[in-house]
T-cell receptor, first 111, second 115 residues
Framework: EDQVTQSPEALRLQEGESSSLNCSYT??????LFWYRQDPGKGPEFLFT???AGEEKEKERLKATLTKKESFLHITAPKPEDSATYLC????????????FGQGTTLQVKP | EAGVVQSPRYKIIEKKQPVAFWCNPI?????LYWYRQNLGQGPELLIR????????DSQLPKDRFSAERLKGVDSTLKIQPAELGDSAVYLC?????????????FGEGSWLTVV
């Protein structure tokens, strides 16, 4: 069964304190791994797609990496505006129309 | 370019009442999704349309939920009758299936509270 597990469930950081969020997955043939950001009361906002092990993508203070079993979202020198829930999802080769999500990591960055 | 548009944004209804949500996908996107997100959880797929055809509705509770996508553009998701456990966010999303990236873009969601 395709499955995604994110850790930690919640993370509190001081402004400028770098850290990483983990997304572990099992899928029968990975088509793509997606990261989304979700602010309270909003829908998920697309951040990155990773397609193969070793691939990296960057956007401002965020960098996503991918291995054969997990993905990391690295946050460098975070700011309070980076506070949000970060969702990871996988898309299987056998069903490219469906995203399977983890439960998310809620990040709070304090000034 | 306009994103995925959903309405209403918020709805409070009494149990056993009906409710409907509307979605307008990104222009040109042939695939439309309805997801449900419970508090503290990730979204879960309810139904996926390719053009007008529902190609994956295995997770849609068909006894009370129904959906349609007229002319392969807008879509409506209906719940009748609503139960307390239906309180959740109903997210519509769209993508261009066949595109190499096939990124799925979400709307702001319709927040349903059943009392």
């Amino acid at each position: 069964e395709d499955q995604v597990t994110q850790s930690p469930e919640a993370l509190r950081l001081q402004e400028g304190e770098s850290s990483s969020l983990n997304c572990s997955y099992t899928v029968s043939g990975l088509r793509g791994l997606f990261w989304y950001r979700q602010d309270p009361g909003k829908g998920p906002e697309f951040l990155f797609t990773l397609y193969s092990a070793g691939e990296e993508k960057e956007k401002e203070r965020l960098k996503a990496t991918l291995t054969k079993k997990e993905s990391f979202l690295h946050i460098t020198a975070p700011k309070p505006e980076d506070s949000a829930t970060y969702l990871c999802a996988v898309q299987a080769s056998s069903n490219t129309g469906k995203l399977i999500f983890g439960q998310g990591t809620t990040l709070q960055v304090k000034p | 370019e306009a994103g995925v548009v959903q309405s209403p944004r918020y709805k409070i209804i009494e149990k056993k009442q009906p409710v409907a949500f509307w979605c307008n996908p990104i222009s040109g996107h042939n695939t439309l999704y309805w997801y449900r997100q419970n508090l503290g959880q990730g979204p879960e797929l309810l139904i996926r349309y390719e053009n007008e055809e529902a190609v994956d509705d295995s997770q849609l509770p068909k006894d009370r939920f129904s959906a349609e996508r007229l002319k392969g553009v807008d879509s409506t998701l209906k719940i009748q009758p609503a139960e307390l456990g239906d309180s959740a966010v109903y997210l519509c999303a769209s993508s261009l299936l066949g595109h190499i990236r096939n990124t799925i873009y979400f709307g702001e969601g319709s927040w349903l509270t059943v009392v």
